[in-house]
């Protein structure tokens, strides 16, 4: 359950002001410091990903790809700049927001930035992954591992996560 400020729900707010005896402003800014540290793994990877897409029609072998592959390309492209920009956008929302009390917001849209970059990320690897397959060791191959590679996207990135959430588990200290 998202609660208001889209990171949690309201039973974790409470848990939150008891059991760690945090402010609302503490949560917020444990909150926001807690994103940027996942942020600062997920920007790497996309702005090296995005490095290396941007430089292949450069490459004298980019000219043999057929329109399917070009098409998957272009498309890999564009998930990599969108994720790349929805994974800085939290960065350019603090700087304009900054000192207006305003981090309720900026943790709440970060957040969001955040979840739909790392889907982005997901279609981009997968892309990238059938694409370099696909020129190495042909068509069915690069299907193949484009597949495994969207597979495991989907598995750890999405329903692992979800299924931990829906365990029940939850933190010993929440017991308490």
Known sequence: MTGEHGDEGPSDQRWDRM?????????????????????????????????????????????????????????????????????????????????????SLIVAAAHRCAFYGLLLLGMALTGVTELIFGTVAGQVAGWVAGGIGLAGFCTFWVLVPLAMQNTGCKDTARAQ
Do not use: K
């Open 19 to 103: 059991a760690r005896h945090e402010t609302e402003v503490e949560r917020l800014d444990r909150n926001w410091s807690s994103l940027l540290q996942e942020l600062r793994v997920a920007q790497t990877g996309v702005q090296l990903l995005t490095g290396f897409l941007l430089t292949l029609p450069f490459q004298q072998r980019f000219t043999t790809l057929d329109d399917q592959s070009q098409t998957v390309y272009l498309a890999t492209v564009a998930f990599s700049v969108a994720s790349a920009i929805l994974l800085i956008a939290p960065v350019g929302m603090h700087r304009i927001l900054f000192r207006q009390r305003r981090m």
